[in-house]
């Protein structure tokens, strides 16, 4: 199994950042897909769900109406969308199936 974040950086407070997860090494149409992030000194915590099928989403209360996760089942892809960035945001974002973790991708937002 491979998790592979891309897509981190850093944005200004109110920006835009689209984060993508390369899935292999196992069934991906047929797992629910997440996004964790871990901010120093917290523990990780859930951002974001979407089932197999893309028919159902979940998000963190602090993130909702901001995020937007979506998978692309033909290319092994999940994705989360953040806009409306804000400085608690920064953290290191994971990608995460049972028993697996990405290795995470950083985002900083900062003025």
């Known amino acids: 199994v491979q998790l592979v974040e891309s897509g981190g950086g850093l944005v200004q407070p109110g920006g835009s950042l689209r984060l993508s997860c390369a899935a292999s090494?196992?069934?991906?149409?047929?797992?629910?897909m997440s996004w964790y992030r871990q901010s120093p000194g917290k523990e990780r915590e859930v951002v974001a769900t979407?089932?197999?099928?893309?028919?159902?989403?979940n998000y963190a209360d602090s993130v909702k109406g901001r995020f937007t996760i979506s998978r692309d089942n033909a290319k092994n892809m999940v994705y989360l969308q953040m806009s409306s960035l804000k400085p608690e945001d920064t953290a290191v974002y994971y990608c995460?199936?049972?028993?697996?973790w990405g290795q995470g991708t950083q985002v900083t937002v900062s003025s």
């Open positions: 995460r199936i049972p028993g697996y």
């Open positions: 090494g196992f069934a991906f149409s047929s797992v629910t």
């Open positions: 979407i089932s197999r099928v893309a028919g159902t989403t």
